[in-house]
């Protein structure tokens, strides 16, 4: 067995207390594009400006054009990947506590996995902007834009978008898990977007061991992950779920 692997079946075995904090990477295999590197969806324009909260107050026509409605296409087809259902078999198993994901495809929660904190919000909802009433992405109407409630207010998603705040429940969670975690496994997260990216910091500073799992380095490899396994999320996961499972 490849070292690194042998290493991380070894701490999650010891593990008494392990979460998992996940970003667009661990969705790609499930055909989602990520906001970084190669992925049709942003290589044309930048998500930091389509996807914040002054563009949709400028202009909810076109961020529900360029962003929203093809994001809702993409999401309302895909399924979890191996990545996934790995995390969520480490939590049937007693190891993996919690799983913080960056990501609003609900994808952790399609696996089965029951203790997901939303970091930034879900995507599986719209939210008025005038009533705060919530519909289902899946049900909303996108034929004509921006869809609107029934009061007539412009829908959203019931996600974080770029200048707005984490919601604070979320935040100070993920905080209290990340402090208490004995293993936090760090996949698909390029760790540049913040305050998500701290929480493998509070881990290390606690004590735990930070297992990051991404086909390129970050800037928490060699300085805040205790180890990098290069490859993508389900083969890795894979990997190692295999070892757990049938050991010897
Ligand atoms: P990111 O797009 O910045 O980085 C993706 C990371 O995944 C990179 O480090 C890349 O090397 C890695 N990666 C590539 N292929 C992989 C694979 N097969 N397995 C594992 N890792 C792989 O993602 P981010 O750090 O999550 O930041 C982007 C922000 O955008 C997040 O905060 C999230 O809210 C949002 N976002 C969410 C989704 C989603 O819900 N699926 C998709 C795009 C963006
Ligand atoms: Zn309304």
Same mark, same amino acid.
């Given at each position: 067995? !490849?070292? /690194?692997?042998? &290493?991380? *079946?070894?701490?999650?075995?010891?593990?008494?207390? %392990?979460?998992?904090?996940?970003?667009?990477?661990?969705?790609?295999?499930?055909?989602?594009?990520?906001? &970084?590197? $190669?992925?049709? /969806?942003?290589?044309?324009? +930048?998500?930091?400006?389509?996807?914040?909260? +002054?563009?949709?107050?400028?202009?909810?026509?076109?961020?529900?054009?360029?962003?929203? $409605?093809?994001? $809702? =296409?993409?999401?309302?087809?895909?399924?979890?990947? +191996?990545?996934?259902?790995?995390?969520?078999?480490?939590?049937?198993?007693?190891?993996?506590?919690?799983?913080?994901?960056?990501?609003?495809?609900?994808?952790?929660?399609?696996?089965?996995?029951?203790?997901? @904190?939303?970091?930034?919000?879900?995507? %599986?909802?719209?939210?008025?902007?005038?009533? =705060?009433?919530?519909?289902?992405?899946? +049900?909303?109407?996108?034929?004509?834009?921006?869809?609107?409630?029934?009061?007539?207010?412009?829908?959203?998603? !019931?996600?974080?978008?770029?200048?707005?705040? @984490?919601?604070?429940? %979320? /935040?100070?969670?993920?905080? =209290?898990?990340?402090?208490?975690? !004995?293993?936090?496994? *760090?996949?698909?997260?390029?760790?540049?977007?913040?305050?998500?990216?701290?929480?493998?910091?509070?881990?290390?500073?606690?004590?735990?061991?930070?297992?990051?799992?991404?086909?390129?380095?970050?800037?928490?490899?060699?300085? *805040?992950?205790?180890?990098?396994? &290069?490859?993508?999320?389900?083969? *890795?996961?894979?990997?190692?779920?295999?070892?757990?499972?049938?050991?010897?």
């Amino acid at each position: 067995m !490849d070292t /690194l692997i042998a &290493r991380a *079946v070894t701490d999650l075995k010891n593990a008494r207390n %392990a979460v998992a904090l996940t970003g667009a990477g661990i969705s790609i295999e499930s055909g989602i594009p990520p906001f &970084r590197g $190669k992925g049709g /969806l942003w290589e044309r324009f +930048d998500p930091m400006e389509i996807a914040h909260i +002054d563009a949709f107050v400028a202009d909810p026509e076109l961020v529900w054009r360029v962003l929203v $409605k093809e994001l $809702k =296409e993409v999401i309302d087809r895909a399924l979890p990947n +191996d990545g996934h259902k790995g995390l969520e078999r480490l939590g049937r198993m007693g190891i993996l506590k919690t799983v913080i994901t960056q990501n609003v495809d609900g994808l952790h929660q399609a696996a089965g996995s029951t203790d997901v @904190i939303e970091f930034h919000g879900t995507f %599986a909802w719209q939210r008025c902007t005038e009533c =705060e009433t919530r519909v289902p992405t899946r +049900d909303v109407d996108a034929s004509v834009l921006p869809p609107r409630c029934s009061c007539g207010g412009i829908l959203r998603p !019931d996600a974080v978008l770029f200048g707005e705040m @984490i919601p604070p429940e %979320a /935040l100070w969670r993920s905080q =209290e898990v990340a402090a208490r975690c !004995d293993v936090m496994l *760090v996949i698909g997260t390029s760790a540049v977007v913040q305050p998500a990216a701290s929480m493998p910091i509070i881990a290390r500073q606690s004590g735990a061991r930070v297992i990051e799992i991404n086909p390129e380095p970050t800037p928490l490899t060699g300085a *805040v992950s205790s180890y990098l396994i &290069r490859g993508g999320a389900g083969e *890795v996961m894979n990997r190692i779920m295999a070892a757990l499972e049938h050991p010897g």
